[in-house]
Nanobody, 120 residues
Framework: QVQLVESGGGLVQAGGSLRLSCAAS????????MGWFRQAPGKQREFVAS????????TYTDSVKGRFTISRNNAKNLVILQMNSLKPEDTAVYYC?????????????WGQGTQVTVSS
């Protein structure tokens, strides 16, 4: 199995930046892709960004394009979400998730989440 642990959340003013990290451990050779999701209070969890583990191709939701950057460090089993020009509507709990070769059609495992709060 693969275990994921996020870090790097916090409180920042609008226009500021935060860097989230997700450390993977366990059977990391089974990772197919990694992604970030977020869930704001009273809303459903939504996709933010993803990156393939081998080729590094990336995908972003429209609302973060040009502001967020997802990257990976395969040697350290890390996935980074660099968030710039943050807006109050980016406030949410951010979750790291993985896709594994044994079940590439669904997201899982999941990290425990890290809170990001953007003040206006």
């Amino acid at each position: 199995q693969v275990q994921l642990v996020e870090s790097g959340g916090g409180l920042v003013q609008a226009g500021g930046s935060l860097r989230l990290s997700c450390a993977a451990s366990g059977r990391t050779f089974n990772i197919y892709a990694m992604g970030w999701f977020r869930q704001a209070p009273g809303k459903q969890r939504e996709f933010v960004a993803s990156i393939s583990w081998s080729g590094g191709s990336t995908t972003y939701t429209d609302s973060v394009k040009g502001r967020f950057t997802i990257s990976r460090n395969n040697a350290k089993n890390l996935v980074i979400l660099q968030m710039n020009s943050l807006k109050p509507e980016d406030t949410a709990v951010y979750y790291c998730a993985g896709r594994v070769y044994t079940d590439p059609s669904s997201w899982g495992p999941w990290g425990q989440g890290t809170q990001v709060t953007v003040s206006s």
